[in-house]
């Protein structure tokens, strides 16, 4: 009967002990993804802004499309020129070759 309760008790206090462990690394796996969830929330705002912001711009070089014009006269704003700078063959806009066009009237 001894050895029974005692090894009742053995079982009972094994049990306790792997289910207390558990319940740690539980808590423990939680606090960890509930903090890498709060830190990828953080991380995603600046992904969503940058994201937000290359849309934009690549918007607004969409809109742009080489049309064989070459001069700085031709040009409405220095974002154009440097597009077509960058994009379009036989420009004329960038005079000392310093890569920013238009330095006079768009881009100065």
Do not use: H
Not at 33 to 48: H, M
Not at 49 to 70: A, N, P, T
């Amino acid at each position: 009967m001894k050895t029974i309760l005692l090894a009742f008790i053995f079982i009972v206090f094994i049990k306790y002990a792997f289910y207390s462990d558990a319940t740690d690394t539980n808590i423990e796996s939680a606090q960890s993804a509930y903090e890498y969830d709060k830190w990828l929330e953080e991380s995603n705002k600046d992904t969503v802004f940058e994201i937000k912001l290359k849309q934009e711009i690549r918007s607004s070089v969409d809109s742009y499309k080489c049309d064989g014009r070459k001069y700085c006269s031709q040009m409405t704003s220095c974002d154009e020129a440097t597009f077509f700078i960058n994009n379009c063959p036989n420009t004329k806009m960038d005079g000392n070759n310093d890569g920013v066009p238009c330095e006079k009237q768009w881009c100065n």
